[in-house]
T-cell receptor, first 114, second 114 residues
Framework: EAQVTQNPRYLITVTGKKLTVTCSQNMNHEYMSWYRQDPGLGLRQIYYSMNVEVTDKGDVPEGYKVSRKEKRNFPLILESPSPNQTSLYFC?????????????FGPGTRLTVL | AQSVTQPDIHITVSEGASLELRCNYSYGATPYLFWYVQSPGQGLQLLLKYFSGDTLVQGIKGFEAEFKRSQSSFNLRKPSVHWSDAAEYFCAVGAGTNAGKSTFGDGTTLTVKP
């Protein structure tokens, strides 16, 4: 089944404890992206990747890191999480890198930072 | 910079009534426009998209949207709403030149009354 998977789905952590949220797609998509969703703010783009080893900042990259060492994986790293990073995170992928490509979304990761 | 505005945070309609969700965008050229739906606890799913050509586009689940360049709008419509349509709806714009950037509106939550 074609899908985007994220792990973990739920995570409660404490301030300053490094964490990684994994994202994997099995559709051989070029493009991948991370978003955070907060009430009343819609989805805001954190980082995106146009190909392996090619990443760029979205609208809210502060406090996050990403890497794209393999085409299928795009982990989101929080080196020192803070409470303002408590949010619902979505990973997405798209077949091509043009803006007209439909994005396929993972199920989301709900992160709470205490 | 591109932007998307969804003026209605929350809409309530009766089952069987018609629906229109508003979306206004700001972009220098003809944008790539999308509507996504997010059911409770789920990721986002594409309803429909517009790139060029016929300004009235059909999507899944009986939804349609009309692109109006003069009004910078891309409103989503459905002639008869079903209880299962209760969800959050997001309008999004994908850029042509800065292809990685993807901008979503803040979302409209639809409640369906029996």
């Amino acid at each position: 089944e074609a899908q985007v998977t994220q792990n973990p789905r739920y995570l409660i952590t404490v301030t300053g404890k490094k964490l990684t949220v994994t994202c994997s797609q099995n559709m051989n998509h070029e493009y991948m992206s991370w978003y955070r969703q907060d009430p009343g703010l819609g989805l805001r783009q954190i980082y995106y990747s146009m190909n392996v080893e090619v990443t760029d900042k979205g609208d809210v990259p502060e406090g996050y890191k990403v890497s794209r060492k393999e085409k299928r994986n795009f982990p989101l790293i929080l080196e020192s999480p803070s409470p303002n990073q408590t949010s619902l995170y979505f990973c997405a992928s798209a077949l091509g890198t043009s803006g007209n490509n439909e994005q396929f979304f993972g199920p989301g990761t709900r992160l709470t930072v205490l | 910079a591109q932007s998307v505005t969804q003026p209605d945070i929350h809409i309530t309609v009766s089952e069987g009534a018609s629906l229109e969700l508003r979306c206004n965008y700001s972009y220098g050229a003809t944008p790539y426009l999308f509507w996504y739906v997010q059911s409770p606890g789920q990721g986002l799913q594409l309803l429909l998209k517009y790139f060029s050509g016929d300004t009235l586009v059909q999507g899944i689940k009986g939804f349609e949207a009309e692109f109006k360049r003069s009004q910078s709008s891309f409103n989503l419509r459905k002639p008869s709403v079903h209880w299962s349509d209760a969800a959050e709806y997001f309008c999004a714009v994908g850029a042509g030149t800065n292809a990685g950037k993807s901008t979503f509106g803040d979302g409209t939550t639809l409640t369906v009354k029996p």
